[in-house]
């Protein structure tokens, strides 16, 4: 890729710097932020044993290696009399403690779910916090039977747990050769968490759209090594806040109203100019091969690989079959203020992992939002899903039969990933339990351009405006002024009169806001005073400028400088 410079604009408050690149003030401020990873969970009305694997919802967290840490899939979904959380972890050496007490349960192989009610919010648990552990067990490792001895509930009390006697249950199963407590090669355990929604104080499950705070902890032991490891990352037990989201029901994408205009554009790699990254981590087509996979596996990149595989099982004998596919499509291609109408991403499916045996997969799509490198891509270091956003059943191919393409409806994270100015990152995966579930398809590196991946979205301009200033940030002396001019652009249609007001405004600084409403297009010039003449400090101040007519709000930052200096340097980005 060609060299291009962008200009960065170093401001200096007596030697304090301030790094802007190519963006505004907030969004710099605001960079670093944790992310808020979500998990969608569908709803069930089936019972169990029958509650089918495939549509639970999954995330994943973890990485597989030779020893600590472990890996998990987790799957999620709920009933009208029930949460049903599993908990799929590969793991070499299995550990338990034959004599467990409460408090020793997270020192061995166990699992720990949190669940807080009032969203992902707090500092501490409260009544409406719950904490759920279970062990993995000798007795029970491989046939589905309760586990008084094994398993342990706590609630809030508003600054750590207060273990309950809280009815649940857990079941857990081995996939093992060797036996528990020793240094042989086995696959892994799972553990299933069933909370009655009665034992949260409910009457039946959360209403469609309820979002609570949840937390996961896999805990590890070797036998000579002791780790535990969380989803999200930087949970913390005690603090709800750190937890990631549980939203019940799985996501929906609305239109803009009064969009004007019906334009479409294709994205696939190596056409018009698009790259479109993508790869496969796990087991690829080939199961990774042949075992032992433990000191290898987690490190398989297949950088270049003309068609991917998705797959995954609920038994952990195969988990060398698993395999998840990563894409990143550029949406600089969209014109900006645009409204996207709808979103589709198409795949190529052109065989299955035995096709004889070959069983309808429900694909999963996942939001991510961080970079990657297609040639360092591995199951260890790819990233860990925001969000499911989107789900289709891919039917096996019969043996000679030809392909066909997939489609999933991704309206809400293109809209999202607009939105936010970055490329749609994807993952793809499924919470598939059948042996031979893979789905081969073609990847960006594929022959055939038309069997790329590809996205196809269409937009319109959005009905409202847009707000630009000239400038944005003023420089001034400690007791002067600046002077902003708000542009107001007019799209689909608007031609109403809109109404100007300030937001919150900082101490130390006052707004000259004239009266009268705008038409656009049309401007409006706002001046920004500085009220303390003898100041030697430097400071930013932010004047929130709020914009509205006809039901459309919308809020342009103007920021004062004082005593601060503007030096304009080439960064080279490569």
Same mark, same amino acid.
């Given at each position: ?331 600089? $291609? =969209?014109?900006?203020?645009? *409204?996207? /109408?709808?979103? +589709? ?8 992992? !035995? #096709? ?19 040639? $360092? =891509?591995?199951?260890?270091? *790819?990233? /860990?899903?925001? +969000? ?8 096996? !191919? #019969? ?176």
């Amino acid at each position: 890729m060609k060299n291009s410079i962008r200009f960065l604009l170093l401001t200096v408050f007596f030697g304090l710097p301030m790094l802007l690149v190519g963006r505004p003030v907030e969004t710099a401020v605001q960079a670093g932020a944790p992310t808020t990873r979500r998990i969608n969970v569908p709803f069930t009305t089936a019972v169990e044993p029958d509650i089918p694997a495939a549509e639970r919802g999954i995330l994943w967290f973890g990485e597989v290696g030779p020893t600590t840490p472990s890996y998990a899939d987790v799957r999620i979904i709920y009933n009208n009399e029930k949460l049903h959380v599993t908990f799929h972890i590969i793991d070499r050496y299995l550990y338990y403690d034959p004599t467990p007490t409460a408090g020793e349960m997270a020192n061995w192989d166990a699992a720990t779910l949190y669940l807080n009610l009032n969203g992902n919010s707090g500092s501490s648990p409260t009544s409406s916090s719950y904490r759920f552990i279970g062990q993995l067990d000798a007795l029970n490792a491989n046939q589905q039977a309760q586990r008084p001895d094994y398993d342990f509930a706590y609630v809030g009390n508003g600054s750590g747990w207060t273990q309950t006697g809280l009815a649940f249950e857990t079941f857990a199963a081995t996939q093992t050769t060797t036996g528990l407590n020793n240094q042989g090669d086995d696959a892994g355990w799972n553990i299933t968490f069933r909370i009655p929604w009665s034992s949260l104080g409910l009457s039946g499950p959360p209403a469609q759209g309820t979002v609570w705070g949840l937390g996961l902890t896999m805990h590890d032991e070797d036998g000579t090594a002791h780790e535990n490891r969380d989803w999200p990352e930087g949970l913390s037990s005690t603090s709800p806040a750190t937890w990631g989201q549980m939203h019940f029901g799985l996501p929906s994408y609305t239109p803009p109203a009064g969009v004007t205009g019906d334009n479409t554009v294709t994205i696939r790699h190596g056409e018009n100019g698009a790259v479109v990254p993508d790869g496969h981590v796990g087991g690829a087509t080939n199961c990774g091969g042949y075992p032992p996979f433990w000191d290898t596996w987690g490190n398989f990149n297949y950088a270049g690989d003309f068609q991917i595989n998705i797959q995954n099982q609920w038994n952990l004998g195969d988990w060398g079959c698993f395999s998840k596919y990563y894409v990143t499509f550029p949406l600089d $291609t =969209l014109p900006p203020d645009q *409204a996207i /109408l709808s979103a +589709e991403l198409t795949m190529y499916h052109f065989g299955n992992s !035995l #096709p004889s045996e070959a069983q309808p997969s429900l694909i999963q799509v996942f939001s991510v939002d961080e970079d990657w490198n297609e040639n $360092t =891509l591995v199951w260890n270091n *790819a990233p /860990l899903a925001v +969000e499911n956003v989107a789900r289709t059943w891919v039917d096996p !191919l #019969p043996l000679g039969g030809a392909g066909k393409y997939e489609t999933w409806d991704l309206s809400g994270a293109v809209a999202e990933a607009y939105a936010n100015g970055q490329p749609l990152r994807l993952a793809l995966y499924s919470a598939d339990s059948a042996r031979h579930s893979g789905k081969y398809f073609g990847s960006s590196e594929s022959g055939v351009s038309i069997r790329r991946p590809t996205l196809e979205i269409t937009y319109g301009a959005a009905y409202g405006f847009s707000l630009s200033s000239t400038p944005q940030l003023q420089t001034a002396d400690p007791g002067s002024s600046a002077q902003f001019n708000v542009a107001v652009s007019p799209a689909g249609g608007f031609d109403t009169a809109v109404t100007f007001q300030t937001g919150s405004i900082p101490a130390g600084v006052s707004v000259n806001l004239p009266d009268g409403t705008v038409d656009p297009p049309g401007n409006k010039t706002i001046t920004i005073s500085h009220e303390n003449p003898s100041q030697t400090t430097g400071g930013l101040y932010t004047v929130p400028i709020i914009v509205s007519g006809d039901g459309v709000e919308r809020t342009i930052d103007l920021y004062l400088l004082v005593n601060g200096s503007q030096q304009f340097l080439p960064l080279v980005q490569r």
